[in-house]
């Protein structure tokens, strides 16, 4: 469906080269129909060598050029790049934000002398796992969006990981779990690697190993075998080492300790998004 399209990116930063490799490597797109504007000389070299897309200083080229335009820029650099764009703008464009904690109403807003309220926008959030072709991401469309305008955008960003449709006033919460759970998992992998160097294990092996058993443990999960405690119950023999584990993670408070995390997450997602706002609305 995307194949024949023309997808412009407004900022050609890690999560830009990200899904620019993504989309060609998977071949949802055609790397001929990929523009990409960044102020850099050196970011703009090595995309267009890299990836063989045009790449171009001139924000408004990705406009002229573009059907889907992807804001990869950090939000407070967005504000002034929706003021330079808006009027260039028009209805047929599909519009997709990735910037952090910007809401789809402030951006509507900074599109006022263009489509404004009519934009086709969505609000893209993918996680830091794209860079490694592996991101959970989240995607809420706006009331401008029309039919098709999901779908493309599930295309592009499903082509760096998995993405999943919610409403905008969820986007905390997948912040929450997904935008900083990578920051736990690391910290998983961390501690037990420091595990397995205090039962003797050299560290670059227990790096390794843990990594591997996270990874693999996620992959079982993904590929639909079990509900997590039925895998969990298969490895778990009566009397046996992992039940022994279990009931000291437990006892330790470890789901709880979790829980909590992603709480605690989801909190502060909430609080720096409603001071975001309050930028946004002083700058306009």
């Known amino acids: 469906m995307l194949s024949a399209k023309k997808i412009g990116f407004i900022g050609g930063g890690n999560m830009a080269e990200a899904l620019i490799g993504g989309l060609i490597q998977s071949r949802t797109a055609q790397a001929t129909n ?10 703009r070299r090595h995309l267009a060598t890299r990836f063989g897309v045009i790449a ?24 002034e790049v929706l003021r330079q764009i808006a009027t260039a703008l028009d209805e047929t464009k599909l519009i997709i934000s990735i910037a952090a904690g910007v809401p ?3 951006i509507a ?3 006022a002398a263009g489509p404004g309220d009519k934009a086709r926008l969505i609000r893209v959030m ?9 991101s959970a991401t989240a995607i809420a469309a706006g009331p401008g969006a029309r039919d098709g305008d999901i779908e493309s955008a599930k295309m592009i960003f499903d082509a760096v990981g998995m993405s999943v449709v919610m409403g905008e006033h969820l986007l905390d919460a997948f912040t ?3 935008g900083s759970g990578p920051a ?42 079990a509900h997590p405690a039925q895998l969990r119950d298969s490895v778990c023999s009566p009397g046996g080492t992992s039940i022994a584990g279990v009931h000291a993670l437990e006892k330790g408070a470890l789901r709880a300790a979790l829980m909590d995390a992603v709480a605690a997450a989801t909190a502060r997602s909430r609080e720096l998004g409603q001071t975001m706002a309050g930028k946004f609305a002083k700058k306009d």
Do not use: W
């Open 34 to 43: 990929i523009i990409c504007s960044d102020v850099r000389e050196e970011a």
């Open 56 to 79: 171009t200083g001139d924000n408004l080229e990705v406009i002229r050029h573009a059907e889907i335009v992807i804001y990869a820029v950090k939000p407070q650099i967005l504000p």
């Open 104 to 106: 789809l109403s402030v």
């Open 109 to 111: 807003a900074g599109l």
């Open 126 to 134: 993918p996680n830091i796992c794209a860079l490694a072709g592996e």
């Open 176 to 178: 929450g779990l997904c």
């Open 184 to 225: 736990y998992a690391f910290l998983i992998i961390e501690a037990l690697a420091d595990a397995g160097v205090n039962v003797g294990l050299a560290r670059q092996d227990a790096l390794l190993l843990a990594g591997q058993t996270l990874y693999g443990a996620a992959k079982m999960f993904l590929s639909g075998q």
